[in-house]
């Protein structure tokens, strides 16, 4: 085999397994996604959230991750957070509206989002992120995991940092419907059949106790979905009859059997479109 033919394979390597980008210029955004293969930082510069005030019926959840997100980009110590509990009810919108709040107080922080399948490479990403000045928010959206996944293991890099620690520029909130981050019924089969039940799940379960914030998130009640609906329709400009509201807004969670602050948006969506106005 000669140089050229050499030199072929090289290219045609390199072509299917890029060099990791480095670090990029983090003054370009406040929000990145982390992507892998290559791994690379790509800004995002309008990130898709909604206004802080919008969010109804969290706010023991709002004011207590908004006081330790404000004391992390002070540079003080702060707790990663795991937001869990019920589907639709604004976890991850509270992530990103609080983080445009503390930009708004004339703070910097960066909020970087990491996708459950992208876990295994956090190693790198901290690494980047550690030689930094930034401060940087971790958000994971969705975090579970299944009977056979080993990616919970990557995570305690995040959460517990080995022998280096954590970066202390760097902390991690994640979103869950589940308090575990695994199902219930997957711990209860573990613990029946296993030789040694008490140990059987004991790795995976205290994951999430290594979260130093724990905020619950439960269904609305319907006055709070309805105020939700309101506030959605002063903040857009769109008037309504309160009968109408309240007829339309009740056959709409009817329809789709269930009530939070996703269905509220849905309804309001569809509103807004009718009367023509854009979002």
């Not at 995991?145 to 305690?156: A, E, N, R």
Request: net charge negative.
């Amino acid at each position: 085999m000669n140089n050229v033919d050499l030199r072929r394979i090289a290219d045609a390597l390199e072509r299917m397994s890029p060099a990791p980008a480095g670090a990029p210029d983090f003054s370009e955004a406040d929000a990145f996604v982390w992507h892998v293969a290559p791994d690379r930082l790509a800004p995002v510069p309008d990130v898709n959230r909604v206004d802080l005030s919008l969010l109804v019926g969290i706010n023991r959840s709002r004011d207590t991750l908004l006081e330790n997100t404000l004391q992390f980009a002070r540079g003080l110590p702060a707790n990663n957070a795991l937001l869990w509990g019920a589907r639709g009810m604004g976890k991850s919108s509270l992530v990103k509206s609080i983080h445009a709040e503390v930009l708004r107080q004339g703070l910097g922080l960066k909020i970087v989002e990491v996708q459950r399948e992208d876990l295994p490479s956090i190693g790198r990403l901290l690494s980047l992120l550690r030689a930094s000045s930034e401060r940087f928010l971790l958000f994971c959206d969705d975090l579970s995991f299944s009977h056979d996944d080993q990616h919970y293991k990557s995570l305690k890099a995040v959460l517990d940092g080995g022998i280096e620690g954590r970066p202390e520029n760097v902390v991690f909130y994640a979103t869950s419907n589940r308090r575990h981050l695994m199902p219930r019924d997957m711990i209860e089969n573990e613990r029946s059949s296993s030789i040694n039940p008490s140990e059987a799940v004991e790795e995976k379960v205290s994951l999430s106790d290594r979260f130093g914030l724990w905020l619950g998130f439960h269904p609305c009640s319907q006055d709070e979905y309805l105020d939700m609906i309101r506030g959605y329709c002063k903040e857009y400009g769109i008037e309504i009859d309160e009968d109408t509201l309240w007829a339309e807004a009740i056959e709409w969670q009817a329809t789709r059997g269930s009530r939070s602050g996703r269905v509220a948006w849905q309804y309001f969506t569809d509103l807004a479109g009718r009367r023509g106005v854009s979002l």
